[in-house]
């Protein structure tokens, strides 16, 4: 009987570890959707003006999961049209999507409104020519030295 109550106590323990190991953070804190996010948040953007963007960000979300392409897009008006992802070969592709929501892509702080598609997928533009520059530390003091 001994034997069954230290097995039962025994299992309990190394189960609470094990469930204890497969704790992990949450993958959405390390997608690159919201890396970039961050990135914009915290250091803000200059005004995207009208034009053709060869050097953004194009982010796909489903759910958890994130993609983002390099990728091109116009803004006109201030809005954003004809999106396009890179391909290897520095070739183009059209962003061929079925919005959810015909209202304008406006940009606010560097970032694109959010796109919705029919399919539930997530579209965002980061325009990564316009972020701010990091702001500089301050400098520490060096410790007293005994002369």
């Given at each position: 009987m001994k034997?069954?109550?230290?097995?039962?106590?025994?299992?309990?323990?190394v189960m609470a570890d094990v469930s204890g190991q497969t704790t992990k953070k949450p993958e959405d804190e390390s997608n690159c959707y919201l890396k970039w996010l961050l990135?914009?948040?915290?250091?803000g953007a200059n005004e995207v003006k009208d034009g053709t963007y060869n050097d953004v960000i194009i982010t796909r979300r489903n759910g958890n999961d994130a993609e983002c392409f390099?990728?091109?897009?116009?803004?006109?008006?201030?809005?954003?049209?004809?999106?396009?992802?890179?391909?290897?070969?520095?070739?183009?592709d059209a962003l061929k999507?079925?919005?959810?929501?015909e209202?304008?892509?406006?940009?606010?702080?560097?970032m694109s409104k959010?796109?919705?598609?029919?399919?539930?997928?997530?579209?965002?533009?980061?325009?990564?020519k316009k972020i701010k520059p990091?702001?500089?530390?301050y400098v520490k003091a060096a410790d007293p030295k005994d002369d």
């Open positions: 034997k069954i109550i230290t097995l039962l106590l025994l299992s309990t323990f990135k914009f948040e915290i250091r390099n990728g091109k897009c116009d803004v006109k008006e201030g809005r954003v049209e004809n999106i396009c992802i890179k391909k290897e070969d520095n070739s183009y999507i079925k919005v959810r929501n209202s304008p892509v406006t940009i606010t702080n560097g959010t796109i919705v598609t029919l399919e539930d997928e997530l579209i965002n533009v980061f325009f990564i990091k702001k500089a530390g």
